[in-house]
């Protein structure tokens, strides 16, 4: 089942969040926030968490791409799941209910970075209508190792049109 996320969740949605840094395929980021850092780094809305019989197995939130007004509608799309739910659809189902939530928000455009060795990933946004718009190549390091990510976006089809 798909809810809305609540507070009561921050300690799930951190250690989730940890256990997909901990694969070194999921971000540069290397340790989860505390929870008033993730706080501020995702948009009020748009917070959703996946749940079965009570147990919390990934979350999707939005992150804004920039301060700027004019960007107001373009958002960087986060999903992760527990480690040990992963295979189950979960993804899906999440990336399904985000999009729904973002054009709900006023969110026309949305935006991914991932590393291209992300096959899961990357085939999870582009079964949701994400396209490859251009890859940075060696952006950045990961435990010493220079990555490549891929750039992804999604164009609503009822917001901004």
């Excluded at 250690?15 to 501020?40: C, M, N, V």
Aim: glycine share 8%; with cysteine; charged share 25%.
């Amino acid at each position: 089942m798909i809810r809305n996320l609540r507070n009561s969740d921050a300690r799930l949605v951190l250690e989730i969040y940890r256990q997909g840094l901990d694969t070194g395929e999921a971000s540069f980021e290397t340790e989860a926030p505390d929870w008033q850092s993730w706080q501020a780094k995702y948009l009020p809305h748009s917070r959703l968490v996946w749940e079965r019989d009570g147990q919390l197995l990934g979350w999707a939130a939005l992150a804004p791409v920039s301060a700027r007004d004019c960007y107001r509608g373009v958002a960087e799309v986060s999903i992760y799941v527990a480690t040990d739910a992963l295979g189950q659809g979960i993804g899906n189902e999440l990336m399904a209910g985000l999009i729904e939530e973002s054009e709900r928000n006023g969110i026309w455009s949305l935006y991914s970075s991932i590393f291209p060795e992300n096959s899961a990933t990357l085939r999870l946004h582009l079964r949701h209508g994400f396209r490859e718009v251009g890859i940075r190549e060696r952006i950045a390091q990961r435990d010493g190792r220079w990555r490549n990510t891929l750039i992804l976006e999604r164009r609503s089809d009822k917001v901004g049109v």
